[in-house]
């Protein structure tokens, strides 16, 4: 068994984007991240290994799931801190970047985005 074979799913990855948030009347924020609607990179392959970590939290107005999980990636993948990394319709915050047995694969630890969070 290769590692093609081990990565199983699919994934788009999108770099964040700063921008300006004026609110109107003057009042501007700090610059917000935010991804296009366009991905940087469209139908990575990739592996997200199972989590034994998830959590139930009720939260308003409904219950989230909380927790991390590990996403193996192809060495040379352009994937950074903040990434958005969005699969099946869910959204994920990737953690710091890490090579692993000697530039072989790259794995992320990524989060999910509830939320508002979650939406932008």
């Known amino acids: 068994m290769s ?6 799913h699919r994934c788009n990855i999108y770099h964040p984007v ?3 948030v004026d609110f ?3 009042i ?4 917000a991240e935010e991804r296009l609607k366009m991905p940087d ?3 990575v392959p990739c592996h997200f ?3 034994s970590s998830p959590k139930i939290v009720q939260k308003e107005p409904y219950p989230v799931v909380e927790g991390e999980a590990k996403l193996a990636l192809p060495y040379g993948v352009d994937i950074r801190e903040n990434d958005f990394v ?3 319709g869910l959204i994920y915050r990737a953690g710091i970047p890490k090579a692993v047995h000697g530039n072989h694969h790259i794995v992320v630890t990524i989060k999910r985005e509830e939320g508002i969070k979650g939406a932008i």
């Open 49 to 51: 290994y199972v989590s």
């Open 24 to 26: 109107g009347y003057g």
């Open 86 to 88: 969005k699969s099946r």
């Open 3 to 8: 590692f093609d074979d081990f990565l199983n």
């Open 41 to 43: 990179l469209e139908d």
């Open 18 to 20: 700063k921008k300006d």
């Open 28 to 31: 501007k924020s700090e610059p």
